[in-house]
Protein backbone atom coordinates (compact mmCIF):
# COMPACT_ATOMS: atom_id res chain seq x y z
CA UNK A 1 0.00 0.00 0.00
CA UNK A 2 1.60 3.73 -1.05
CA UNK A 3 0.85 6.21 1.03
CA UNK A 4 -0.32 9.55 -0.34
CA UNK A 5 0.20 12.89 1.06
CA UNK A 6 -2.11 15.25 0.23
CA UNK A 7 -0.35 19.11 -0.39
CA UNK A 8 -1.23 21.95 0.26
CA UNK A 9 -4.99 23.08 -0.66
CA UNK A 10 -8.53 21.09 0.47
CA UNK A 11 -9.56 20.18 -3.51
CA UNK A 12 -5.88 19.30 -4.76
CA UNK A 13 -5.30 15.81 -5.02
CA UNK A 14 -3.63 13.22 -3.22
CA UNK A 15 0.39 12.68 -4.30
CA UNK A 16 1.63 9.03 -4.54
CA UNK A 17 5.42 9.51 -3.19
CA UNK A 18 6.29 6.31 -4.44
CA UNK A 19 5.22 7.34 -8.10
CA UNK A 20 7.31 11.32 -7.33
CA UNK A 21 10.39 9.35 -6.10
CA UNK A 22 10.45 7.09 -9.17
CA UNK A 23 10.14 10.34 -11.86
CA UNK A 24 12.62 12.18 -9.20
CA UNK A 25 14.85 9.52 -10.41
CA UNK A 26 14.66 9.90 -13.60
CA UNK A 27 15.17 13.34 -14.02
CA UNK A 28 11.85 14.69 -13.58
CA UNK A 29 12.90 18.58 -11.52
CA UNK A 30 9.04 18.87 -11.28
CA UNK A 31 8.46 15.57 -9.65
CA UNK A 32 11.31 16.50 -7.07
CA UNK A 33 9.85 19.45 -6.00
CA UNK A 34 6.59 18.54 -5.38
CA UNK A 35 7.87 15.20 -3.68
CA UNK A 36 10.01 18.29 -1.63
CA UNK A 37 6.71 19.92 -1.08
CA UNK A 38 5.49 16.51 0.54
CA UNK A 39 8.37 15.53 2.90
CA UNK A 40 10.34 19.14 3.86
CA UNK A 41 7.87 19.60 6.33
CA UNK A 42 8.10 16.15 8.26
CA UNK A 43 11.94 15.95 7.23
CA UNK A 44 12.51 19.40 9.20
CA UNK A 45 10.62 18.48 12.35
CA UNK A 46 12.34 15.39 12.65
CA UNK A 47 16.23 17.02 12.10
CA UNK A 48 15.33 19.82 15.25
CA UNK A 49 14.48 17.27 17.63
CA UNK A 50 17.67 16.01 17.29
CA UNK A 51 19.70 19.21 16.64
CA UNK A 52 17.70 21.93 18.78
CA UNK A 53 19.22 24.82 16.87
CA UNK A 54 16.96 26.12 14.00
CA UNK A 55 19.75 27.38 11.70
CA UNK A 56 21.52 23.67 12.02
CA UNK A 57 18.58 22.03 11.51
CA UNK A 58 17.82 24.07 8.51
CA UNK A 59 21.06 23.66 6.91
CA UNK A 60 20.84 19.27 7.22
CA UNK A 61 17.64 19.44 6.32
CA UNK A 62 18.47 20.80 2.78
CA UNK A 63 21.39 18.41 2.92
CA UNK A 64 18.84 15.48 3.48
CA UNK A 65 16.66 16.42 0.27
CA UNK A 66 19.69 16.91 -1.97
CA UNK A 67 20.76 13.51 -0.59
CA UNK A 68 16.98 12.41 -1.86
CA UNK A 69 17.63 13.99 -4.78
CA UNK A 70 20.97 12.07 -5.68
CA UNK A 71 20.31 8.93 -4.26
CA UNK A 72 16.43 8.40 -5.13
CA UNK A 73 17.84 5.54 -7.55
CA UNK A 74 18.77 3.74 -4.67
CA UNK A 75 15.85 3.59 -3.40
CA UNK A 76 13.74 -0.10 -2.99
CA UNK A 77 9.78 0.04 -2.39
CA UNK A 78 10.02 -3.63 -0.57
CA UNK A 79 12.22 -2.34 2.12
CA UNK A 80 9.36 0.45 3.05
CA UNK A 81 7.48 3.70 2.26
CA UNK A 82 8.85 6.55 1.08
CA UNK A 83 8.17 8.85 3.90
CA UNK A 84 10.51 6.41 6.52
CA UNK A 85 13.02 5.64 3.72
CA UNK A 86 13.71 9.87 3.88
CA UNK A 87 13.32 10.02 7.50
CA UNK A 88 16.04 7.42 8.02
CA UNK A 89 18.47 9.65 5.91
CA UNK A 90 17.50 12.61 7.79
CA UNK A 91 17.76 11.21 11.07
CA UNK A 92 21.29 9.57 10.22
CA UNK A 93 22.43 13.21 8.62
CA UNK A 94 21.14 15.02 12.25
CA UNK A 95 22.73 11.99 14.18
CA UNK A 96 26.57 12.60 12.40
CA UNK A 97 25.79 16.47 12.72
CA UNK A 98 25.57 15.94 16.78
CA UNK A 99 28.46 13.85 16.76
CA UNK A 100 30.27 15.97 14.71
CA UNK A 101 29.89 18.82 17.15
CA UNK A 102 30.70 17.02 19.69
CA UNK A 103 33.84 15.46 18.48
CA UNK A 104 35.21 18.87 17.69
CA UNK A 105 34.10 19.96 21.33
CA UNK A 106 36.42 17.40 22.20
CA UNK A 107 39.47 18.02 19.78
CA UNK A 108 39.18 21.60 21.43
CA UNK A 109 39.07 20.63 24.80
CA UNK A 110 41.75 18.36 24.46
CA UNK A 111 43.58 20.73 22.71
CA UNK A 112 43.20 23.66 25.10
CA UNK A 113 44.34 21.12 27.54
CA UNK A 114 47.77 20.01 26.19
CA UNK A 115 48.54 23.44 25.21
CA UNK A 116 48.51 24.69 28.76
CA UNK A 117 51.30 23.32 30.53
CA UNK A 118 52.08 25.31 33.60
CA UNK A 119 55.73 27.62 33.37
CA UNK A 120 58.85 26.08 34.95
CA UNK A 121 58.88 28.50 37.16
CA UNK A 122 55.08 27.67 37.98
CA UNK A 123 55.79 24.33 39.08
CA UNK A 124 59.29 24.63 40.57
CA UNK A 125 57.74 27.04 42.94
CA UNK A 126 55.02 24.65 43.16
CA UNK A 127 57.53 22.04 44.19
CA UNK A 128 59.50 24.23 46.68
CA UNK A 129 56.44 25.45 48.33
CA UNK A 130 55.57 21.60 49.11
CA UNK A 131 58.97 20.90 50.04
CA UNK A 132 59.16 24.22 52.72
CA UNK A 133 55.87 22.95 54.24
CA UNK A 134 57.14 19.86 54.91
CA UNK A 135 60.49 21.24 56.37
CA UNK A 136 58.84 23.91 58.35
CA UNK A 137 56.39 20.61 59.97
CA UNK A 138 59.39 18.74 60.63
CA UNK A 139 60.99 21.24 62.37
CA UNK A 140 57.86 22.40 64.33
CA UNK A 141 57.64 18.90 66.06
CA UNK A 142 61.50 19.40 67.45
CA UNK A 143 60.10 21.89 69.41
CA UNK A 144 59.05 21.44 73.03
CA UNK A 145 55.23 21.28 73.56
CA UNK A 146 55.11 24.82 74.89
CA UNK A 147 57.29 26.08 71.99
CA UNK A 148 55.28 24.66 69.55
CA UNK A 149 51.97 25.41 71.24
CA UNK A 150 53.32 29.61 71.38
CA UNK A 151 54.49 29.33 68.06
CA UNK A 152 51.22 28.19 66.51
CA UNK A 153 48.72 30.59 68.75
CA UNK A 154 50.77 33.49 67.43
CA UNK A 155 52.17 32.86 64.08
CA UNK A 156 49.47 30.32 62.67
CA UNK A 157 46.49 31.56 64.55
CA UNK A 158 47.34 35.15 64.98
CA UNK A 159 46.69 35.74 68.25
CA UNK A 160 48.90 38.21 69.60
CA UNK A 161 52.06 37.57 72.57
CA UNK A 162 49.68 39.09 75.17
CA UNK A 163 46.50 37.30 73.75
CA UNK A 164 48.87 33.96 73.67
CA UNK A 165 49.86 34.64 77.83
CA UNK A 166 46.39 34.70 78.09
CA UNK A 167 44.97 31.84 76.64
CA UNK A 168 48.03 29.60 78.18
CA UNK A 169 47.74 31.10 81.79
CA UNK A 170 51.24 32.07 81.12
CA UNK A 171 52.96 35.72 82.07
CA UNK A 172 53.72 37.70 79.03
CA UNK A 173 57.48 37.37 80.05
CA UNK A 174 57.84 33.62 80.18
CA UNK A 175 55.66 33.67 76.43
CA UNK A 176 57.88 35.87 75.06
CA UNK A 177 61.09 34.23 75.79
CA UNK A 178 59.68 30.43 74.63
CA UNK A 179 58.96 32.05 71.64
CA UNK A 180 62.26 33.74 71.00
CA UNK A 181 63.44 30.56 71.63
CA UNK A 182 61.04 28.82 69.59
CA UNK A 183 62.07 30.88 66.68
CA UNK A 184 65.88 30.27 67.06
CA UNK A 185 65.46 27.04 66.85
CA UNK A 186 63.29 27.25 63.58
CA UNK A 187 65.89 29.37 62.43
CA UNK A 188 68.83 26.59 63.00
CA UNK A 189 66.77 24.10 62.00
CA UNK A 190 65.40 25.38 58.97
CA UNK A 191 69.11 27.11 57.89
CA UNK A 192 67.91 30.37 57.72
CA UNK A 193 70.96 32.87 58.34
CA UNK A 194 70.57 35.44 61.04
Known amino acids: MSTVVHLSGPGRPGTDLKELLSRTALGDREAFGRLYDAVAGPVLGLVRRVLRDPAQSEEVAQEVMLEVWRTCARYRPERGEVLAWVLTIAHRR ?5 RAAQAATDRDRRAA ?10 VAEQVEGRLEREQVRRCLKG ?3 LQR ?4 LAYYRGYTYPQVAELLGTPLGTVKTRMRDALIRLRDCLGVGA
Do not use: K, N
Open 143 to 145: LTE
Open 113 to 122: AASHTPAFDE
Open 149 to 152: ESIT
Open 94 to 98: AVDRV
